[in-house]
C-alpha cells in the first residue's frame, strides 16, 4: 500500500506530532471518482482556515500493482477502498462540519452518518500510517519459526518465507489439512518463538 506524503506531516512539528497521536481515524464516503479531490480540498480547507490542530491527516489508500497489457508489464496504482477516504482527526463541532461539508463527500461512517472511530488495529491492519514518521518493524527473519497469536490461523507455528515491510505482513508456511501451505499474516498477528 502506498500514500502520497501529507503536507501537513511533511512540515509537522514534534508538538504536532505529539497532538495527532490523540486524534483518531474516521472513514468518510465520497462520490466514486473523487476521493483524491475530497482529500486535496479537506487539506486546503484545514490550511486556509486554520483548524490544523483538529485534522491531522487525509488518506486515499492505494496499491501497486503490475498490468500486463500486450506483453508491457507497467507499474500501475489503484485504490484500495473506492469511495472512501481516512481522516485522523478530533471530532469537535467545527472539524466535523468542515469534513461533512467538504464538496464530494456524502457522510462519514457510522450509524447516522455520525463518525465511529476505526481501532488502531485495524488501522495498522490497512497500514494506513504515514510511512515518514511511524513505520511498522518487526524482529524476525526468514526462516524463523513464529507463532501466529490472532486471527484465522491462531495458535498455529509457521516459518516466516517472506517479510513485507511496506505492507506490515509476512507469507508464513503453516500446516493445513496435513498440507504445507503459504499464508499472509500480519505483523501484529505473529510473535517469534
Not at 26 to 31: K, L, S
Not at 83 to 97: A, H, L, N, P
Not at 109 to 115: A, I, L, M, N, Q
Not at 122 to 132: D, G, H, P, R, T
Request: proline letters at 2%; glycine letters at 8%.
Amino acid at each position: 500500500m502506498t500514500e502520497k506524503n501529507n503536507t501537513f506531516i511533511e512540515n509537522a512539528t514534534e508538538d504536532f506530532k505529539e497532538r495527532a497521536k490523540e486524534g483518531k481515524w474516521y472513514v468518510v464516503h465520497t462520490y466514486s471518482g473523487h476521493e483524491g479531490k475530497v482529500k486535496v480540498n479537506i487539506e486546503k480547507m484545514v490550511e486556509n482556515r486554520g483548524y490544523i490542530d483538529d485534522i491531522f491527516e487525509v488518506v486515499v489508500p492505494t496499491e501497486e500493482y503490475v498490468s500486463e497489457v500486450g506483453g508491457a508489464k507497467k507499474l500501475k496504482e489503484r485504490k484500495i477502498f473506492p469511495g472512501y477516504v481516512f481522516v485522523k482527526m478530533t471530532i469537535t463541532d467545527v472539524s466535523w462540519y468542515l469534513v461533512r461539508n467538504t464538496r464530494g463527500v456524502t457522510g462519514f461512517v457510522g450509524p447516522e452518518s455520525k463518525p465511529v472511530a476505526v481501532s488502531e488495529k485495524e488501522i495498522q491492519k490497512f497500514a494506513l500510517k504515514n510511512q515518514s514518521y511511524s513505520k511498522k518493524e518487526i524482529d524476525v527473519n526468514v526462516g524463523d519459526n513464529v507463532n501466529i497469536v490472532s486471527g484465522a490461523f491462531s495458535d498455529q507455528v509457521g516459518i516466516i518465507e517472506e517479510i513485507n515491510t511496506e505492507k506490515a505482513i509476512c507469507k508464513v508456511l503453516i500446516s493445513l489439512f496435513g498440507r504445507d501451505t503459504s499464508v499472509e499474516i500480519s505483523f501484529d498477528d505473529i510473535e517469534k518463538i
